[in-house]
């Protein structure tokens, strides 16, 4: 029995880390190259002008635009891979989950997923905005 608790707290927190992880990074993604880039197709590049020349990092990053795109896409596919292959089989041979009482593994299980697929779907609407949409709209001009 004190087996499961010593394994339960980096199981978790491993888990906990990698999901934060992948959100940063997908968010970095869309500050970056999506976001700026929707707002000038909105008519904002004056807005974009603003927040530019107060966070001038964003433009290093735009820079370095192929490289943010693939480590958050890394980070977010291992998040994927220790969400659904690696933490369900860890869990059930450490027996971390309390038989009596699985909700609190439920409920740590579900946010991470929900944090994952909010982490891929923000990955996804910066890829299309910074890699499809300016030639989908030069196709069309």
């Known amino acids: 029995m004190q087996s499961t608790t010593i394994a339960d707290p980096p199981l978790r927190s491993r888990s906990g880390a990698l999901s934060y992880l992948s959100l940063f990074t997908s968010l970095g993604t869309l500050l970056c190259c999506a976001l700026p880039s929707l707002l000038v197709l909105f008519g904002l ?21 192929n490289w943010v795109f693939l480590v958050a896409g ?9 969400v659904y292959a690696i933490a369900p089989r860890l869990q059930a041979r450490s027996g971390a989950c309390d038989p009596q009482d699985a909700s609190a593994c439920y409920t740590a299980s579900r946010f991470s997923r929900i944090v994952l697929w909010t982490s891929a779907v923000l990955y996804l ?5 910074a890699y499809l949409l300016g030639p989908i709209l030069m196709h069309f001009d």
């Open 45 to 65: 590049g004056a807005t974009v002008a603003s927040v530019l020349s107060e966070a001038p990092w964003l433009v290093t990053m735009s820079h370095h635009k």
């Open 74 to 82: 890394v980070l977010i596919f291992a998040n994927f891979v220790y």
């Open 125 to 129: 609407v910066g890829c299309f905005t």
